[in-house]
């Protein structure tokens, strides 16, 4: 059975930085895509930035530059840096996982991350 447990989320001034982490157990790590979406209240939930095991990433535009995503396969934990944070990068963020050989994949239960002007 999957497991994805974020954790590192909270509030932080504007300009600021968190680090958001995303352990996974169940998985067979090296052959699944990993990677973080949010949803903001009122809004539906969108991509923030996905990685393959070989490293190759996909990034939202509006965190390009600002954001960073790494796994390290050894742990099986994904993680997401986040830097110049703005207020509208409040929302609850979620770990994502899947594997190369499904279409669905299964979600964490989400961390709120909270950016204060």
């Known amino acids: 059975q999957v497991q994805l447990v974020e954790s590192g989320g909270g509030l932080v001034q504007s300009g600021g930085s968190l680090r958001l982490s995303c352990a996974a157990s169940?998985?067979?790590?090296?052959?699944?895509?990993m990677g973080w979406y949010r949803q903001a209240p009122g809004l539906q939930r969108e991509l923030v930035v996905t990685?393959?095991?070989?490293?190759?990433?996909n990034y939202a535009d509006s965190v390009k530059g600002r954001f960073t995503i790494s796994r390290d396969n050894a742990k099986n934990t994904v993680y997401l840096q986040m830097n110049s944070l703005k207020p509208e990068d409040t929302a609850v963020y979620y770990c994502y996982a899947r594997s190369i050989w499904t279409s669905t994949g299964n979600w964490g239960q989400g961390t709120q991350v909270t950016v204060s002007s």
């Open positions: 169940g998985v067979n790590f090296s052959i699944y895509v």
């Open positions: 990685i393959t095991s070989g490293g190759s990433t």
